[in-house]
């Protein structure tokens, strides 16, 4: 999960980012299954972003909101942690709203 926050925390906050985040999180998802839910969540939370505003123009307020709440749930997520602890990660992740 760190190479994918600091890949992150390089990046612009906008939608192709966004985007190309979806294709590290399908990449991610097969190269380590152990972490598959996890990047699917992330995939599915990032994709309902996307969707919102592909078409649309995004208000820098937005994405700059988007995005450090995005890169804050990556910085709290520990994969070498109990299952239990994974698990609560997981349902964080789950009540994840970009765009709100």
């Given at each position: ?30 190269d ?56 609560g ?12």
């Amino acid at each position: 999960m760190n190479e994918l926050y600091f890949w992150l925390a390089g990046q612009h906050p906008g939608l192709k980012t966004f985007k190309a985040l979806q294709l590290k999180l399908s990449q991610l998802a097969a190269d380590h299954p152990e972490q598959r839910a996890m990047c699917r969540l992330l995939h599915g939370i990032v994709g309902s972003y996307v969707e919102e505003f592909d078409e649309a123009p995004l208000p820098s307020a937005i994405a700059d909101r988007a995005y450090r709440r995005l890169l804050q749930s990556l910085a709290e997520l520990d994969s070498a942690a109990e299952p239990a602890h994974q698990l609560g990660d997981l349902n964080r992740l789950a009540a994840l709203n970009l765009t709100q």
